[in-house]
């Protein structure tokens, strides 16, 4: 929590790995789900758990300086 606090990216929702397995449900539906995190590398296990879940819509974003700079305007 404390790492997204000190900074994200616009519309990001913080769910920590820890609590991923327990959301899958709630992601389900969404149209595409980009996951990411400080380094990338607790985003790519983030996307393993909600593949192996059968969410298939899951990419990983890697890290928030990757994000960042994809999401420039």
């Given amino acids: 929590k404390g790492e997204f606090a000190s900074g ?3 519309n990001a929702v913080n ?4 609590e991923i397995s327990n ?5 389900k539906n969404n149209e595409n789900i980009v996951v990411f995190c400080r380094s990338g590398m607790r985003s790519k ?13 899951v ?3 890697g890290s928030l300086q990757n994000m960042k700079n ?3 305007d």
């Fill in 8 to 10: 994200s990216i616009k």
């Fill in 15 to 18: 769910i920590p790995l820890n």
């Fill in 23 to 27: 959301q899958k449900n709630k992601l």
């Fill in 45 to 57: 296990q983030a996307q393993s758990v909600l593949k192996q879940a059968g969410i298939s819509n």
């Fill in 59 to 61: 990419f990983n974003g």
């Fill in 70 to 72: 994809l999401t420039k």
